[in-house]
């Protein structure tokens, strides 16, 4: 399974690498402690299905082996995948007009001298993505020095994002 679910309540917590998917009424999606990884959320206005992949690396060509495993690991198969667990769950996939993405993460927490720039990598690799889709974000919150846990609400839309020492704020 992608994710850990509890398919008839659409209560989904997504771990890292995971990814998920539903359409019931009241579902909400959950990831938590988002440093340099960073939640690609998708709301289908059309079907009212709402997605989330918790990406951890830009490219898959470190560990193929890992990305047949977890695709959501990375945005190079991870953005596919999801794309693929919105049309299983919802019957069909709507066009990209119909599509509302927005990206959260991408913080720089254990790399002070900018070594590595995960974060900024794996941005820079989910946008090239969904631009090869005809897609692109409507909003994000990346960068920065915090961890973030983000919460998606099917029936609203509204995205919460959380992080110790500050006030939710909206995506």
């Known amino acids: 399974m992608l994710t850990e679910t509890t398919e008839?309540?659409?209560k989904l917590m997504i771990g890292i690498g995971r990814l998920g998917a539903?359409?019931?009424?009241?579902?909400?999606i959950k990831t938590m402690a988002l440093g340099s990884c960073i939640a690609v959320m998708i709301l289908?206005?059309?079907?009212r299905c709402i997605a989330m992949d918790h990406v951890a690396l830009p490219d898959s060509s470190v560990s193929p082996d890992r990305a047949?495993?977890?695709?959501?690991?990375?945005?190079?198969t991870g953005i596919p995948a999801?794309?693929?667990?919105?049309?299983?769950?919802a019957g069909s996939m709507s066009r990209p007009n119909d599509l509302?993405?927005?990206?959260?993460?991408?913080?720089?927490?254990?790399?002070p001298t900018n070594t590595f720039n995960i974060g900024k990598r794996n941005a820079l690799a989910i946008k090239k993505i969904l631009w090869q889709h005809g897609m692109g974000p409507i909003a994000e919150d990346l960068g920065g020095?915090?961890?973030?846990?983000?919460?998606?609400?099917?029936?609203?839309?509204k995205i919460v994002l959380s992080c110790p020492g500050k006030a939710d704020w909206l995506l």
């Open 8 to 10: 008839t309540t659409g």
């Open 22 to 28: 539903t359409i019931a009424e009241g579902g909400v």
């Open 100 to 111: 509302i993405i927005k990206l959260a993460g991408g913080a720089n927490v254990a790399d």
């Open 44 to 47: 289908d206005k059309r079907t």
């Open 82 to 89: 999801l794309f693929q667990e919105i049309q299983r769950t």
């Open 145 to 157: 020095f915090h961890s973030r846990t983000v919460a998606m609400f099917r029936d609203t839309g």
């Open 68 to 76: 047949k495993q977890l695709p959501g690991y990375f945005a190079d």
